[in-house]
């Protein structure tokens, strides 16, 4: 299989150049170079936000192309237009923010979504801005677009911070803030079962949106945060806090408190989603505590700080803020 990864440097794209490259897939990387891609691809170079960005592109022949783009629509347009005649098939790495808020628990595929379009030339909404997108593979690809609506993602290469950040903090160890309840389940995909299942999307021809995340309850925030104090050998303390008392601190859910959210319209939409299409065609995720225990080797072998994207704010609870909490 020939392969054209858009990025492929970090995060999702990494993970799924370096599946395809262990499947023994010729694997081309089109990116701006800030990034070393793994060894063993071919490297091409542009900025998508450049007009004359995509001269790299012009030739070659791919059997698929993998894109997860999350800045303005009309890149991915312009990318889908110019491989449509040259490549088999386009994924695009969507998210399910693109279901209309509130989503309802149990949502499938078929929800309503929100308005996009494929000519847009900014990304202030997140929401709209990866519609546009979708619909731009759509345009050029049809039915051989496939769209990959991914929910949470965690594990090695993670630059949102979100697991590093539960990680570095439970590996300082003493008393910990866990937003409770300690059975809140969650849902997510490891970026390694996401790009496992894409490949073989590929390989299937499969076509359409698909939500690709874990069943509801993979995990819960118990085993999670439970699962981080293990394999860093810290001699953290869980407290484990209600709801209510961690909302009345003033702490914010997702971005102070990584990963977590109280019961309400957002947990629902967040957390579930019907996910039988991608367990029909063959999604597997596996158990929380690889996905920590990964997760944490990369971040040791790195020196401990996980990359940040620039077009995302930091997360994470001040030690202040915490402290006060508990108290």
């Known amino acids: ?3 054209l990864m858009l990025g492929g440097t970090e995060f999702v794209g990494r993970a799924v150049t370096e599946a395809a490259l262990a499947r023994g897939w010729q694997v081309t990387v089109f990116h701006r170079g800030t990034h070393a891609p793994p060894e063993g691809v071919t490297a091409l170079h542009g900025d998508r936000t450049d007009p004359a960005g995509l001269v790299a592109l012009e030739e070659g022949e791919w059997d698929a192309v ?17 491989l449509a005649g040259r490549a088999r098939s386009y994924v695009y790495v969507s998210s399910r923010s693109v279901y209309a808020y509130p989503a309802a628990y149990g949502l499938g595929e078929d929800g309503p979504v929100v308005a996009g379009s494929a000519d847009a030339t900014d990304s202030d909404d997140y929401a709209t801005a990866k519609r546009g997108a979708e619909l731009a593979a759509l345009d050029a690809f049809g039915d051989r677009a496939l769209l990959v609506r991914a929910g949470l993602i965690l594990g090695p290469y993670e630059n949102i911070g979100r697991l590093p950040w539960w990680l570095g903090r439970i590996a300082r160890g003493g008393t910990v803030l866990a937003p409770g309840p300690r059975e809140t389940a969650l849902q997510y995909v490891d970026v390694r079962d996401l790009a496992e299942w894409t490949l073989d999307a590929v ?10 995340v ?24 869980l407290r484990w806090t209600a709801p209510e008392d961690v909302l009345a601190a003033g702490i914010e859910p997702w971005s102070e408190l990584p990963v977590w959210l109280p019961p309400g319209e957002l947990y629902d939409a967040m ?6 299409r991608a367990l029909a065609t063959g999604l597997r995720c596996r158990p929380v505590g690889e996905t920590v225990a990964d997760t944490w080797s990369w971040l040791r072998s790195i020196g401990g700080t996980a990359p940040q994207r620039p077009d995302r704010p930091a997360v994470g609870l001040a030690e202040e803020k915490e402290a006060a909490a508990l108290r």
């Open 1 to 3: 299989m020939r392969l």
């Open 66 to 82: 993998v894109d997860t783009w999350s800045g303005a629509p009309v890149a991915v347009r312009d990318a889908a237009r110019l």
């Open 203 to 212: 390989q299937s021809g499969l076509g359409g949106a698909y939500n690709l």
């Open 214 to 237: 874990s069943e509801v309850g993979h995990a819960t925030m118990g085993e999670l945060l439970e699962s981080c104090v293990k394999v860093t050998g810290s001699d953290a303390e």
């Open 271 to 276: 957390y579930g989603a019907d996910v039988s």
